[in-house]
T-cell receptor, first 111, second 114 residues
Framework: DAKTTQPNSMESNEEEPVHLPCNHS???????IHWYRQLPSQGPEYVIH???SNVNNRMASLAIAEDRKSSTLILHRATLRDAAVYYC????????????FGQGTRLTINP | EAQVTQNPRYLITVTGKKLTVTCSQN?????MSWYRQDPGLGLRQIYY???????DKGDVPEGYKVSRKEKRNFPLILESPSPNQTSLYFC?????????????FGNGTRLTVT
């Protein structure tokens, strides 16, 4: 099963950019990179996903390394409401759908 | 509103008393899955289903059963619950075969087995 590695925790200041890294050295050609976040007392929510090219949406940006073995979720101006656990997972849309979430990165935002 | 609905939100039961946690989605998704979340262990997949009558084991299937008789429902069954199944459970659904389909999660069921 394709797995990802993330730092256990990160800390940043409000209104500053945040770069959350994810390593996925065993990624296959048909794996999409997905990011989810989990706010306290809630279920995970989708943030962004991509295959090869960098992606932007209203919540965040996703930067994917050229060899696809790592990616970075970018929050351009962190707010206190961005404090959450962020999960990076690989999802193969052609194969089995056994997904491995791992422990994610707990992001703390300082006011 | 597109959503994944889990019931109940909270459940306290005793060892050995069979229980079912329901999960329903209104988005016509083929894929559905169950996860448990425990402190320090993150989200771990229990079972998943690619479509009606198609289910498969995740990483921690022991002690759990599932069924997928209808596309919208994917109940999680604990035939004989034990205290080590005390956990926070999440159901999720998505399309498959579409470009990087995102998962939609329910709000969770907190189960306590005494």
């Amino acid at each position: 099963d394709a797995k990802t590695t993330q730092p256990n925790s990160m800390e940043s200041n409000e209104e500053e950019p945040v770069h959350l890294p994810c390593n996925h050295s065993t990624i296959s050609g048909t794996d999409y990179i997905h990011w989810y976040r989990q706010l306290p007392s809630q279920g995970p929510e989708y943030v962004i996903h991509g295959l090869t090219s960098n992606v932007n949406n209203r919540m965040a940006s996703l930067a994917i390394a050229e060899d696809r073995k790592s990616s970075t979720l970018i929050l351009h101006r962190a707010t206190l409401r961005d404090a959450a656990v962020y999960y990076c997972i690989l999802r193969d849309v052609q194969g089995a759908q056994k997904l491995v979430f791992g422990q994610g990165t707990r992001l703390t935002i300082n006011p | 509103e597109a959503q994944v609905t889990q019931n109940p939100r909270y459940l306290i039961t005793v060892t050995g008393k069979k229980l079912t946690v329901t999960c329903s989605q209104n988005m016509n998704h083929e894929y559905m899955s169950w996860y448990r979340q425990d402190p320090g262990l993150g989200l771990r997949q229990i079972y998943y289903s690619m479509n009606v009558e198609v289910t498969d084991k995740g990483d921690v299937p022991e002690g759990y059963k599932v069924s997928r008789k209808e596309k919208r429902n994917f109940p999680l069954i604990l035939e004989s619950p034990s205290p080590n199944q005390t956990s926070l459970y999440f159901c999720a659904s998505s399309l498959i075969g579409s470009v990087g389909s995102p998962l939609h999660f329910g709000n969770g069921t907190r189960l306590t087995v005494t």
